[in-house]
């Protein structure tokens, strides 16, 4: 069984300020690791995957991700966040090479002018 | 734009109705999804396609049923749906089953009266 977690149902930060949105999963063998980005009214958009090689994984519009093995997490960050980062973040898993991702529940991200 | 586009995307019904969501991808994907999205839920996967044959049926009532024609196009005939039933509906195309990643349509808000 795979699960993933995403613990915080919304994160606040002021603009400018580092963006950290956490995720933590379960799987048995290596994971596939996503993170997407849904704005209002649209579908979910790829930022970023983790399948293998280095653990720090850069994505679109400056996002990152570090995969951390030891801690089973796959944070998502940005050293500045914009206002129009305000969106809902989505961690998605996959412990194999099927396509059937196990998404988390979306952590909602608030930036303030 | 995504590449895979949703019609309609928005649509109300009541419980006695028959409606179907199409999804058309110009990506030249071989795998097709349909999932739902409701209210602080991690996404449902309800349904796989993998060149044209579903692969993937997690337990969705049958009064869900989907239909794929050819690898472009993916449809989800709807009838005598309940209440609860009422989320957005987005469906996604990939390229394989490997670390493909998934590209969504921006879904179909559906509405059960």
């Known amino acids: 069984a795979q699960s993933v977690a995403q613990p915080e149902d919304q994160v606040n930060v002021a603009e400018g300020n580092p963006l950290t949105v956490k995720c933590t999963y379960s799987?048995?063998?290596?994971?596939?690791l996503f993170w997407y980005v849904q704005y209002p009214n649209r579908g979910l958009q790829f930022l970023l995957k983790?399948?293998?090689?280095?653990?720090l994984v850069k994505g679109s519009y400056g996002f990152e991700a570090e995969f951390n093995k030891s801690q089973t997490s796959f944070h998502l960050k940005k050293p500045s966040a914009l206002v129009s980062d305000s969106a809902l973040y989505f961690c998605?898993?996959?412990?194999?090479?099927?396509?059937?991702?196990?998404f988390g529940a979306g952590t909602q991200v608030v930036v303030t002018p | 734009e995504t590449g895979v586009t949703q019609t309609p995307r928005h649509l109300v019904m009541g419980m006695t109705n028959k409606k179907s969501l199409k999804c058309e991808q110009h990506?030249?994907?071989?795998?097709m999804y349909w999932y739902k999205q409701s209210a602080k839920k991690p996404l449902e996967l309800m349904f796989v396609?993998?060149?044209?044959?579903?692969?993937e049926n997690n337990s969705v009532p049958s009064r869900f049923s989907p239909e794929c024609p050819n690898s472009s196009h993916l449809f989800l005939h709807l009838h005598t749906l309940q209440p609860e039933d009422s989320a957005l509906y987005l469906c996604?195309?990939?390229?394989?089953?490997?670390?493909?990643?998934?590209?969504f349509g921006a879904g179909t808000r559906l509405s059960v009266l």
């Open positions: 396609y993998s060149l044209e044959e579903r692969v």
């Open positions: 996604a195309s990939s390229q394989g089953q490997g670390g493909g990643i998934q590209y």
């Open positions: 990506l030249g994907h071989n795998a």
């Open positions: 799987v048995s063998g290596n994971p596939y």
């Open positions: 998605a898993v996959r412990s194999d090479s099927w396509g059937k991702l196990q």
């Open positions: 983790y399948i293998t090689g280095d653990n």
